[in-house]
């Protein structure tokens, strides 16, 4: 799939496997491909030296001679190393696929209610066979045993290894040097050769010891294809391929690496992957807004990721809904994933036609159109099947990975409706996929639930229930009341909200006893997921609420080159900025001086005015640890001529593009972690097609995590959550790094102390597996 043969813009197919083995092409070679002709070059028996039908006429007194026979018995021992590595590889290759098809019979199992057909979960389908003759055949023999091809002359050479693929699509070849003649040895003596000018591959591997001590671990650079027209249009069919290919193929592709993964000066995602094997399994997650699948398959593929080369590529057929406009912007998503851990993403955009242009309405206009671009000739391919990952349980470290990582995107992420999930686990032996669809008018029904959580507070804390009179008030009864509430409101999201794929999996994983994390990535905010209370099918069993007994986090996907992608894993304790402006009157919070006597204790604090200039100094001085608001937030009408979102400084109402305006340049590559500590800061809605709100806001700032309320807070509660937080990190910081979700699970069960459901509203954008470490 590498370019090089098509320098001249030449769309011909890439040439077939024959052709490339016959020795009449100069410069192609399939030398490291595993297909091996032994017509062409027959291999000398392993006994005997070229040229010679007893082994000992090379050990005669000339030098030469007897370098030769040296040389010969090196090429030999090394042949002998790589078709043991090779059996080896084949055995381990058998093994892991007998231990996939044991884990998907048990994910089957688990799931078999939802995704009955044949019994297979939605989206975890059989794995391939393994291509036995790539990975059991010896290479070519060095280039000086090989039988000259005919019509070669006597002294013809062979032709050279190319530097770069000749347009077949083998995933397996590799460039080497002309003058390379021994088999390739064993991986673990395999050298990093220089790379060449002009686009050459990149060398093998660096093995790394592994930051997480769970093994060494090699980085491999690709950069992420996507192959896919530039403008489509609707009700026509189109064909997106994606791969990981050494050379940038698709320049307007914007990629974004996960934690654990890096983006290169060019482009290219530099990913940590397990040592000690040739290949990994990736998933590929497509998320294409406006486009149906048109080919039966499902929207997560997988692929195959080498040590060296291209990967194989996944391919997806889709069909353009029909739009309203004359014309819609799209892109094409594609997260990448291996054995449950999120790597990075890559996008392209790509615009929707409603009709086509008048000078392209010709059949053969529209054909080529319909058959994307032909920069990779992947289009002529036949589709894959549509499979979808072979994970092995228990192979990823709890500590890196989710145990549940569940990626959600809407349509129209203002209206709700149709949406498609997938979800990743190390503990499934594959992605699960499904498409639901959210009734729109959950919005409103949440709005309702929240001010009544709000005034069942209120009434709580006067000790004065909304329909009682202060006499006749039993606080105890009036908290068993909201605790009630509260609960019943759990189980209704939980019911009539949740999409069935996460139901059928977080109860696999439950009552195996593998679930402790759950991250939730999704274009829109709405639906609360920490309130959410799990139940059975047959309600037998309930679970707490999933911001309690789980480290939970949202993350708002996001297309600017500030947001990483995927949100950090650790952050030091450098200590806690704070602002807290001073309010008069009506606006004073008396809790507020409670709050920050109580912050002030801590290691690191420091203090700041609560007026603009001193938050725009913060911003630009404050690029670690906590920035910690404690004040007023409020949400507007959009007609209303004030900010929809807003945080009250002294002078000034702080929405979150003036924010993001104030802190573009001012972070530099730090990554704080902003607590608002504010009514209504923690409530995100959609405007105008992106999702706005101070979580997504805040990180598309480049913060590692945010903290928000989702309803208005009080000032009592707001003061003790914020206080027991930081309390909790600073005490158990004592005996080593500290999740900060499992902070939040401890912080919100004081809502069952309390009865008090302030300690509900709490949302954490972030890392489910941040961990908070000493400086």
Known sequence: MQSGANEGGDNSPPASPDSANDGSSAGSS????????????????????????????????????????EEYKRQELQRQQYEEQARQQSEAQRKYQEDAAKSSAAAQNNLADTYPKGGAAAGAEPLQPPDAQSSTEPPPPPVDQAEIAPGGGDNAPLPA????????????????????????????????????????????????????????????VRHPTIDAPDEVVAGETVT??????????????????????????????????PAGTDQWPIDIDLFATGFDLADGGKWSRLTTLYREGDSDFVRFDLKVRPIAKDSKPSQFIARIYSAGKFLGSASRPVIVQRAAPVEAAAPSATAQRTAAPAMLMLASAPPQPALTGSVQLDNAAADEVPDLDVTILYDDPSGLGPGQIIIHSPHLAGPVTDTFSTPPQMATWLDSEYRRLLQLGLGLRSAVSLQQSAASSDPEAQKHFVTLAAEGFGDA??????????????????????????????????????????????????????????????????????????????????????????????QS???????????????????????FVSFEKLVGEVSTGFIHFSGHGEVNQPSSGRPVFAIDLADQSLDPDTWGALVAAAHGKGNPFYFFNAC????????????????????AGGASGFIGGMWPLTDRAAAAFSSDFYGGISTRLKDGPVYLAEVLQGVRKRFYETGDPTYLAYTFYGNANLQVVTQ
Request: charged share 20%; aromatic share 8%; proline share 11%.
């Open 30 to 69: 399939d030398y490291g491909s595993g297909n091996f002709d032994g017509g062409s070059q027959e291999v000398p028996p392993a006994d005997v030296a070229p040229g010679s039908s007893n082994p000992d006429a090379m050990t005669g007194n000339s030098a030469d001679e007897a370098a030769q026979y």
């Open 680 to 699: 209504d800061t923690g409530k995100s809605q959609m405007l105008g097609g992106f999702v706005q709100g101070w979580g997504p806001a805040v990180l």
């Open 161 to 220: 290894p190319a530097s770069a693929a000749t347009g077949a699509e083998s995933p397996q070849e590799a460039a080497a040097p002309a003058d390379v003649e021994p088999p390739p040895p064993p991986l673990d003596q395999v050298e990093n050769a220089p790379g060449d000018a002009g686009g050459s591959p990149a060398p093998p591997p660096t093995t790394v010891p592994s930051p997480s001590g769970n093994g060494a671990e090699v980085e491999v």
């Open 240 to 273: 997106v391929s994606i791969a990981l290919t050494e050379e940038q193929l698709t320049p307007e592709v914007k990629v974004k690496a996960a934690p654990g993964s890096s983006v290169t000066a060019d482009g290219a995602l530099a990913m940590a992957m």
């Open 589 to 611: 919070l008396p809790f507020q001086e409670v709050e920050i006597d109580a912050l002030s204790k801590l290691a690191g604090y420091r203090r700041f005015g609560g007026d």
């Open 493 to 586: 999201l939980y019911k009539d909200y949740v999409p069935q794929a996460f139901k059928d999996v977080f109860w696999s994983l439950r009552d195996k006893g593998k679930l402790h994390s759950i991250q939730i990535t999704s274009n829109s905010p709405t639906l609360p997921w920490e309130l959410i209370r799990p139940q059975s099918a047959d309600g037998a069993t309930r679970d707490g609420f999933l911001g309690m007994n789980y480290r939970l986090a949202r993350w708002a996907p996001r297309s600017t080159s500030s947001q990483v992608d995927n949100p950090l894993d650790r952050m030091a304790f450098t200590g806690v900025a704070t602002v807290a402006p001073s309010y008069v009157d009506k």
